[in-house]
């Protein structure tokens, strides 16, 4: 039981998002699997990983790659059996490491047993387990999530003459929760995967589990009631197992998911996620103080989730129109790097393959409160295809060498062939050739997580703005004042303040260090002693892109 000894382990944890079928082919079929992932695990160990999310592992005919379940209760056979999956789930935690799995609680795919005997007719004993109406008119102030491909959330099944109720894909059909069968089925699903010993789960698009007349049908009263039984399922049995919310919502609207400690141990962070990029283009911390300070203090055993990217376009729903207007100009000048409301494409090429600008936001990324995740590929910094389906483009082979097919499979054909254009290609860009490098990206992101263990107050300190006069300047401490909850491992009396430099030029500014006056400033990621704070206020200069994390 070691591993839940802390039972909030997650706070410091950093996760890491990977797809299956994207990391390493360990059968030679083309497709990743666990075999592949098993012989990997030393790799994620090695770059400081605490926790892997997997993206939906089941049975699925694979429209929305997995989040389409045909089966709750299996494996999909690309990736193995099920004696492979625990072998991953043993070997992670031999490793002292955990493993999350996302389960698609909101809706199944159309060809999910229960819904091809749901649409089959009005009177099966499944009808009820999905959301059947006669008319395409209710429920109309829900708005459509994945506006580039469906035009009403509704679609007419013929062998009914009825509609039935979806919020993604029109083959992916939501499940009905009004019924309490659906409630409990879910509830035993969740019993089936934690008796088989994984930590938790990504519980995906949370807010939309029930419908009603007049609402936006997002974040009701029922959905949180459910999410409390969830809770209270798990809390129960397998204490020190997590829910992470998969939550797209203002600041103010994830609160209450967290509950009074009685709903989601965890949750994304989204609004925070664009104002990263944009801050750089606006050159200024102003929309990043903005919403830190618009987001609500949290459950002392919260704790937020934080990414820079994922395997979904990069989201602009949580922004104003204007913004959204501004992140698209900004960074995808092409029509074909948009995808519904967002940006199909990953960290290395949003950022133009920057370097300084790559390590300055992972810098934010390990600092800023909440546990961070990273999305796989992005730690060597790989790039993207726009002109594949979808959001496949993100979700390229893992670039392991610089061998064929970037070390992944030795297949012939692939899943999605890697990427191996002038700049991302894996000839260039693989994990071999940065790890023997000790200035390569993975060196430098893997001394920082390294850095970061080190310091309780990066997961679970106290966090507060320092405002100085210049605003590309982003300045802020992380502090144990004792406040914290009581299962902070070490820590006592941590205090650090990060320092960005959000521009491409050097700037200066006056940081008010009054209350530290006499103190030396040591910055952590360098190994570097500051002057001393002599009178309270103290000159910095930063180097364009600079970060610096200070302990005092
Ligand atoms: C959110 C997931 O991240 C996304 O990939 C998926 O398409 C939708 N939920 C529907 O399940």
Redesign the pocket.
Known sequence: MLLYDNPTWYKDAVFYELYVRAFRDGNGDGHGDFKGLLAELDYLQELGVDCVWLLPIFPSPLV??G?DVADYYGIHEDYGTLDDFKAVVDGLHARGMYIIVDI?V??TSDQHPWFIESRSSKESPKRSWYVWSETDQKYRHARIIFIDTETSNWTYDETTAEYYWHR?YSQ?PDLNYDNPDVQQEMLDIITYWLDLGIDGFRV??APYLIEREGTNCENLPETHDYIKRMRAHVDNRWPGRILLA?ANQWPEDVRPYFGDNDEFNMAFHFPLMPRLYMALKQRSRKCIVDILQRTPEIPALAQWCIFLR???ELTLEMVTEEERQFMWEQYAPEPRMRQNLGIRRRLASLLDNDRRQIELLNALLFSLPGAPIIYYGDEIGMGDDVWRHD?NGLRTPMQWKNTKHGGFSDADTLYEAVLDDDVFGYQHLNVQQQKVDPDSLWNTLRHMLRVRKRFCAFGRGTFAFALPENEAVLAYWRQMDGSQDDYAPSGEGECMLVLANLTGENQQTMLDLTAYMGKTPRDVLKNEVWPPVQDGQYPVNLAPYAFHWLQF
């Open positions: 929305d790659d989040y698609v909101n809706h993604f992916q995906d698009a998969e994922n395997h979904d959001r």
